[in-house]
């Protein structure tokens, strides 16, 4: 059996998750028989925490959502998985426009109500990583805030879109925002065109909540991030793994045109993953922005950037011989 004190700040952790625990589970949670637990909760109600507890065979307990607490405790996974989420935050990981003040602010307040010896070592991760910083276009809160209202309020959304083919009106029944990379989608049934269709968030403008209510449509698989992933990368998408002699946020602004994500390797330095339809279209882009790389994989490219560029080679060294009547 663990000490009573980690024992409390398991026990308190379990609690904080906000369901409510039959007493049999939480006992095998914490690993300690039914009178133990009983103890244990008892001493968190003397602390002040607020455990509410039914009894009878469906029994259980909760923590009252909504009261004051004191001072949030967490477990040491748990500490570091939030910080490291508010840095990367900060470093726009998230693909959303999050201030790196407003992370400082947020780690600033989780580190007063740390214990000692895990303030440190939240600390000691802090100073060890490094986020590159956001390379794809990135999302406001506000946007967010609209949208995740809109679905949870089952109402129309109309909103202008800028697709490749160009800007559109658009009235849709929301249903999922879905990020993948550090891009965000909005998930949709629409209503002009009679069918699901995913939206880039950086891409609609002027969203606005209609009055016009909807029911949810059964949507047509289970994990639309999958779903759209699988769509957007289909197995004829060519991956191709690029060392960039750029950094990353300058490779993302002149490589806007091409598919594909960025991760920092330095202030000079980016790897560049592609994901194009052939190996023309990216080797054109890629002589346009006048960038110099080093190709990773797949081999094929380096070879056809090889055979391609021997032709360019043999027919300048055509025109300034003179041959063919030059």
């Not at 994989?297 to 090889?306: D, K, M, R």
Request: glycine share 8%; charged share 25%.
């Amino acid at each position: 059996m663990t000490a009573p004190r980690e024992r409390m700040l398991r026990l308190l952790s379990l609690l904080q998750s906000g369901r409510a625990w039959p007493a049999a589970e939480l006992a095998t949670a914490m690993e300690v028989p039914p009178r133990t637990l009983r103890r244990d909760i008892d001493h968190l109600r003397g602390l002040g925490y607020p455990v509410e507890s039914s009894r009878g065979p469906g029994g259980n307990y909760r923590l009252v959502a909504g009261t004051a607490l004191p001072p949030l405790m967490l477990e040491h996974d748990e500490a570091i998985a939030t910080v490291l989420g508010l840095r990367l935050a900060a470093a726009g990981g998230t693909g959303v426009d999050l201030t790196a003040e407003s992370a400082d602010r947020a780690a600033a307040k989780l580190r007063r109500v740390l214990p000692a010896a895990l303030r440190r070592r939240t600390d000691e991760m802090l100073a060890a990583v490094e986020f590159g910083s956001g390379e794809q276009p990135r999302v406001t809160q506000d946007l967010l805030n609209v949208l995740a209202a809109a679905i949870a309020a089952r109402r129309c959304l109309e909103f202008a879109y800028t697709a490749k083919d160009g800007p559109s009106s658009r009235t849709v029944e929301p249903m999922r925002l879905v990020q993948l990379g550090r891009r965000w989608y909005l998930y949709a049934w629409d209503l002009g065109r009679r069918d699901w269709r995913s939206f880039r968030l950086d891409r609609i403008a002027g969203p606005k909540t209609t009055e016009v209510a909807f029911e949810p449509r059964e949507l047509p698989v289970d994990d639309i991030a999958v779903h759209l992933q699988q769509r957007f990368h289909s197995p004829k998408s060519l991956r191709i793994t690029l060392t960039l002699d750029v950094g990353a946020d300058e490779a993302a602004a002149r490589l806007h045109r091409v598919d594909g994500s960025f991760e920092a390797l330095g202030d000079d330095r980016c790897r560049y993953v592609a994901h194009v339809d052939s190996f023309e279209w990216l080797a054109v882009v890629l002589l346009l922005t006048d960038i110099g790389f080093t190709v990773e994989e797949p081999a094929e490219f380096g070879e056809y950037l090889a055979r391609t560029g021997d032709r360019l080679l043999r027919g300048a060294t055509r025109l300034v011989s003179g041959e063919d009547g030059y």
